[in-house]
């Protein structure tokens, strides 16, 4: 199993509600990312967790807020959106973070704030 | 951190080897090459890796230029399904700024 599983595949929320996105991997893999992608842009990364830790938060606003529950599982929180934060977001992971292991990543949640 | 730097677009023909360069002039002795690309409306897919030697599998080739100041990804023979973004990417060993895309190469595959 390489699959990289994301729920929901979209996502319509209104500026008030929270809700959150999930990202679920059994390879084993122990680093697990987030990233949030614009129309015609690159991915950016958000978030990175290693061994259920967060290692690095690219300053992202406090609206977004990650968790790592177990070595299998990564959410995203979402509370008080901006219509701004309108994007892809892509969940990845890899086997650990000594650069020579391949990445796998999910086919995102794509989130409408309205 | 160390940059990578491709030409937005390139073109190519059907069932034509294609060469997309890589540019990362500032790479440290540990940073691993990477490539990943991505078709419309999925997720990135990872094609290759190498760190000083060329590398080969079943989908591309890797050359990686001597001072490792840039690199090339070969395509043996372009198909329709291979039109992407071609993202080249610096892979930090033992850090935690990982896969840190650039802007990347769109290419168009011709018939």
Not at chain 1, 62 to 71: H, K, L, M, V, Y
Not at chain 2, 34 to 43: A, I, T
Not at chain 2, 52 to 80: C, F, W, Y
Request: proline share 6%.
């Amino acid at each position: 199993d390489t699959e990289v599983t994301q729920t929901p595949k979209h996502l319509v929320m209104g500026m008030t509600n929270k809700k959150s996105l999930k990202c679920e991997q059994h390879m084993g893999h122990r680093a697990m990312y987030w990233y949030k992608q614009k129309a015609k842009k690159p991915p950016e990364l958000m978030f990175v967790y290693s061994y259920e830790k967060l290692s690095i938060n690219e300053s992202v606003p406090s609206r977004f807020s990650p968790e790592c529950p177990n070595s299998s599982l990564l959410n995203l929180h979402l509370h008080a959106l901006q219509p701004e934060d309108s994007a892809l977001y892509l969940c990845a992971s890899s086997q650990s973070l000594d650069g020579n292991t391949e990445a796998f990543f999910g086919q995102g949640t794509r989130l409408t704030v309205v | 951190d160390a940059k990578t730097t491709q030409p937005n677009s390139m073109e190519s023909n059907e069932e034509e080897p294609v060469h997309l360069p890589c540019n990362h002039s500032t790479i440290s002795g540990t940073d691993y090459i990477h490539w990943y690309r991505q078709l419309p409306s999925q997720g990135p897919e990872y094609v290759i890796h190498g760190l000083t030697s060329n590398v080969n599998n079943r989908m591309a080739s890797l050359a990686i230029a001597e001072d490792r100041k840039s690199s090339t990804l070969i395509l043996h023979r372009a198909t329709l399904r291979d039109a992407a973004v071609y993202y080249c990417i610096l892979n930090f060993a033992g850090s935690a700024r990982q896969l840190t895309f650039g802007s990347g190469t769109q290419l168009t595959v011709l018939p």
